[in-house]
Structures are given as C-alpha cells and as structure tokens.
C-alpha cells in the first residue's frame, strides 16, 4: 500500500514513517503543504495522512485541492486541535477521518487500516439509478444528470446505502456498520448528511431524516 505522509515534525514524521514501513506501507514524505500538494498531483497513492499544521499551505488546504481531483482517495487528518468545530471543519473539507495528537501508532494504523478496507473491499453497487441520481459501483462514480459528483469515501458509501434501500429508513448504525467505524463516530453522520444534501441538490432526489430512526432516500419534484 502506497501512503503519503505530510508531517512537517521531523522527529514525529521519522517515528510514524519507520512505523508504517514496519506495518508493511510504503510511506512518502511531504514536509510541507506545497510538496504534498505537488506529491498528490504527480503520484498515485493508496491513502494520505495529512497534518493540519503544515507550513506553507495548510492540511486543509491542500485537501480541499485534492477533492477536485481524487474525490475517494482515504484521507486522515492529523491535528492538536481537539476542538469539536475543528473536527467537524476538518469532516467538511473532506476529511475520512481526524486523529487528534498525541495518539498512540497502534490506533493509527488500525484507522487507516479501516479506512483502506472500507475504500478497498466494499461491494460495489449496480446500475442504481432514481431521479437523475445514478450510481456506477464497478467505477465508483456518481452522475447527476450525466455529470460526475465529487464524494469522499465515507459520501459514497453513504450515498451508495441510502440508494440501495431508497425509499427505506436506514439507521444510524447501519451507516456505522458500512464504514467500518464503531458508536463513537456517530456524531459525523450528520455532518455527512448535511454535505451530502448539499452536493444532491438538483438531483430530483431528497434525503429526509426519520426522526428517532434514521435516515432514507426518496425521490423529489
């Protein structure tokens, strides 16, 4: 598994890439906002880890540019801001996931591990289609009356449920279940809820919440 590291801590930037290298990643180093940003553009990687704090253009930045590019590639976050506003800016821009320093490696590697499964191994949908919605999974694109919608990881495979039971509630652990994450991470559905109805607007389609028991997909005027 190709990784990109951007770390501009030196000391923290050697421990976690001999720690990847050891976990069996090849890791690239960015030290700063503008080589991440020139790696991401040159090079094909498997997942990124990026430090919020990097000089010269910031980690959010540089993922804000990455979205326009390659929508579903996993991305963590890496920050000392522990702050719920900073997480859920950080979920906003584009964000898979968000570690808050200092962590332990072993909880990094198996959240990037989570995140490459879920990226990897998730079965693709069919041919789904309502409004002017449709869904390629062998390809993993999004198309709004024939036009390419840019989704994270955790969009598409929220996206990817909600159409597949369209017309159905689906329930909060359900979408936990799909991205692999346990009952601590529910708080960012409705963040992704949220980006999500935003990016559908126009599509003829509605998510509507179910209150008390989840969320469902339905087609509108």
């Known amino acids: 598994m190709n990784l990109l590291l951007a770390e501009d801590d030196a000391l923290l930037a050697d421990a976690l890439a001999a720690q990847l290298r050891r976990a069996g990643f090849e890791v690239e180093h960015a030290p700063n906002g503008a080589v991440a940003e020139y790696l991401l553009s040159r090079q094909t990687y498997d997942a990124a880890i990026l430090d919020i704090g990097l000089p010269m253009m910031d980690g959010l930045a540089v993922l804000e540019g990455l979205r326009q590019t390659r929508p579903t590639l996993p991305v963590m976050l890496l920050t000392a801001r522990d702050g719920l506003e900073d997480r859920v800016h950080g979920l906003n821009a584009g964000a898979d996931d968000y570690l808050t320093k200092p962590f332990d490696f ?3 590697e198996a959240r990037l591990n989570a995140l490459l499964r879920r990226s990897r191994l998730q079965s693709p949908a069919k041919g789904l289609e309502l409004g002017r919605l449709s869904l390629d999974g062998e390809s993993r694109r999004a198309l ?5 919608l840019e989704l994270s990881p955790r969009e598409w495979l929220l996206l990817e449920l909600l159409l597949q039971h369209r017309g159905r509630v689906i329930t909060k652990e359900q979408i936990l279940q799909s991205w692999g994450q346990d009952a601590n991470a ?14 559908l607007e126009g599509a003829g389609v509605a998510v509507r919440t179910v209150r008390g028991l989840g969320y469902l997909l339905e087609a509108s005027p």
Not at 144 to 148: D, E, F, L, M, S
């Open 144 to 148: 709004v009356a024939g036009q390419p």
């Open 106 to 108: 072993p909880e990094l």
């Open 186 to 199: 529910s708080n960012a559905i409705e963040v992704y809820i949220h980006r999500l109805r935003k990016k």
